[in-house]
């Protein structure tokens, strides 16, 4: 394992958190996620189930957890099921956990090989009367595939129907979206990491590289500094390509006079950041590039004062609209007659910036969360606005990651070039 495992008090107090919002005779069962197959004998990298990870810490494949508070048997209580190796798994796939290992990761001390799942889970079963299950609830989800969670519930329902089951998602939301000072110490240190490469990043562009070269230059930094990787898959988009919002296939040239946006970010401890940048590509800004510059920016750090405990996205996200309509207007994008005689339910705004300005940030890039509640202290987002300008072949996003406190919002990117003097100075070096 490449990062420094966080401790294990993390998840006991989480598991402690979730046994607050349960009833009595409640068990709550937590698959892994799937070793998902390619082709021929291929798979592709193994990717844990974020809420297991979150109450257990543990990050290995075939893994069960399972949690019954008040169980009759104080040692059915917290039990934990991983995938008992073996000499020919060793030699194949490399070293899997130990009990012993499992315990110290997770802090559950009843530890037992997979085989034995199937004696302990009729036994709960027997006793409990509410059934935890889990579900991917996020709102933009698509799910084409049957998943090992999905198939465990069929076959609970299948096989004891009279219980009653219960959704786990929506507590396991309300207690990821309030991050833990272990899980802030693990997103600085993406967020550091993060900041190196963007660095390295301004020393390395000029007119001339391609973008894939630029992507070579950030995994080596991010490998190098024992992240587990991107937090997602890098968009590195000149030009025109800045204007498609999920660019990834980085596969262009970087042209002289052109801007350069960099949604990139690293993974440490199975935490994201998720940083954008957009700079010039000659390391000099154009009047044209630094007046839309200077627009996003503005918005930006309006956004970082506004978005505050007691905060609805949506309302948020209307504030955010009325700030962009006035900066289109200025940048001579929209007309103001027409902007008052639009139909409300098709802004005009959304043609140069049609995706959300916020979204959670943790073990997911787009974290879970009630958008529809109330911004918390203890809560991490995104600030990301952007102005997409196809006709002028001109994208700007800017994105930093926030901590929302009860007083004042702390940005967590603060210390990494955003203002265009700067990335003009750090380019020109």
Known sequence: M?????????YVSNRQRLYGQLPPRSVVILTSNDVLPTNADGSLAFVQNSDQFYLSGIDQEETLLVLFPDAPDPKQREMLFVRETSEMIAVWEGEKLTKEQATQRSGIERVHWLDQFETHFRQLMCQAEHVYLNSNEHPRATIPTETRETRFTHRCQREYPLHDYRRLAPIMHDLRCIKQPQELGALSEAIRITEDGFRRLLKFVKPGVHE?????????EFTR????????TPIIATGKNACVLHYITNHCQCQDGDMLLLDIAANYGNYNADLTRTIPVNGRFTPRQRQVYDAVLRIFLECRKILRPGVIIREYQEEVAK????ELIGLGLLDRDAVEKQDPEKPLYKKYFPHGTSHHLGIDVHDV??????????????????????????GVRLENNVFIGPDRNSDMMASIPIEAEEIEALMNQ
Request: no cysteine; proline share 9%.
């Open 225 to 232: 500094q024992r992240a587990r990787g991107f937090a997602y």
């Open 323 to 326: 700030m962009m309509t006035s």
């Open 2 to 10: 490449r990062y420094t495992p966080l401790p294990a008090e993390l």
């Open 369 to 394: 969360g009630q958008t529809w509640k109330p911004v918390q202290p203890g809560m991490v987002f995104t600030i990301e606005p952007g102005i997409y300008i196809r006709e002028e072949n001109l």
């Open 212 to 220: 894939f070269e630029i992507e070579a230059e950030l995994i080596h």
